[in-house]
């Protein structure tokens, strides 16, 4: 069993829930790959793929997108999951599903997308980016639970191994 866990990150947090679910798999003996979305040429190695993005402003990262909507026949064709990462806050805000999760979900038969709290670090934004989190009010901290994200990757470690032995 080959998995590919894939993932866009701006500034590394979505990057570590990719690493996180890899070695979530790798417990359970499964093959992992992880690697940056754009690196990725093609998933037809891989027997199950894990795709995941940053959000911001409610929507995928371009590249994330054109990732799936290139590849959309293929994840089809094979078990994927996907999972988005941002929002934040105690609870994080915003609740909703990125916008664009639900069409890619539907294109790649997705088994399961996941939205995963993410991070703010003000010293990582550029000066635009300062200015508009500080209009948002938007909370600073690490708001990752990797108690869920861990469970959530030993599910999908737990359905591919029923999957194998079915």
Same mark, same amino acid.
């Given at each position: 069993m080959k998995v590919l866990v894939t %993932? =866009?990150?701006k500034y590394?947090? !979505?990057s570590e829930i990719a690493r996180a679910i890899g070695d979530a798999l790798d417990e359970r003996h499964i093959e992992v790959t992880v690697a940056p979305i754009d690196q990725v040429t093609t998933v037809?190695? /891989?027997?199950a =793929? =894990? $795709?995941g993005s940053a959000v911001y402003a409610g929507h995928w990262m371009k590249v994330?997108? &054109?990732? %799936?909507?290139?590849?959309? /026949? &293929?994840?089809?064709?094979r078990p994927t999951w996907l999972f988005s990462s941002g929002p934040i806050g105690d609870p +994080?805000? +915003?609740k909703e599903d990125p916008v664009d999760?639900?069409?890619? %979900? &539907? $294109? !790649? $038969?997705t088994r399961d997308h996941r939205v995963f709290g993410g991070k703010l670090d003000k010293r990582q934004l550029s000066f635009g980016e300062k200015a508009l989190v500080t209009a948002l009010? $938007? +909370?600073e901290g690490d708001f990752r639970d990797w108690d869920e994200i861990r469970a959530w990757a030993l599910g999908i470690a737990d359905q591919l191994l029923a999957d194998v032995g079915a």
């Open positions: %993932v =866009v990150s590394g947090s !979505t037809k190695d /891989h027997d =793929v =894990v $795709a994330a997108k &054109e990732f %799936v909507k290139g590849n959309a /026949h &293929e994840l089809a064709a +994080p805000k +915003p999760a639900a069409p890619m %979900v &539907e $294109a !790649t $038969a009010r $938007a +909370p």
